[in-house]
């Protein structure tokens, strides 16, 4: 189970650090990703971390940090610098990828529950 959290309203320019809570022994075995849906927009890929590594969409790269703290079971993603384009609800998943599969929400078989960031300009 991934229990998201850490969204809220901030200022364009304001930086937000969301963290996603798992549960589970095997935490540390799993690749963990960032998502987000806008409204009237479909999902898209945010950032990564898997054995391979870290994977950024590349508008975002420079801006979102993501990390993984595995004695914790939790995943973050840093933004920073935020702009009113990142408005969305923000999800974070577990599954299995390396490299360019990361980017590819199908190799992601569990969700959490969303989490809203609003920026306003």
């Known amino acids: 189970q991934l229990q998201a959290s850490g969204g809220g309203l901030v200022q364009a320019g304001g930086s937000l650090r969301l963290s996603c809570a798992a549960s589970g022994r095997t935490f540390s075995s799993y690749s963990m990703g960032w998502f987000r849906q806008a409204p009237g927009k479909q999902r898209e890929f945010v950032a990564a971390i898997s054995w391979s590594g870290t994977h950024y969409a590349g508008s975002l790269k420079g801006r979102f940090t993501i990390s993984r703290d595995n004695a914790k079971n939790t995943v973050y993603l840093q933004m920073d610098s935020l702009k009113p384009e990142d408005t969305a609800v923000y999800y974070c998943?577990?599954?299995?990828?390396?490299?360019?599969?990361?980017?590819?929400?199908?190799?992601?078989?569990?969700w959490g529950q969303g989490t809203l960031v609003t920026v306003s300009s």
């Open positions: 998943a577990a599954g299995g990828c390396s490299g360019y599969g990361c980017y590819d929400g199908r190799n992601f078989g569990s």
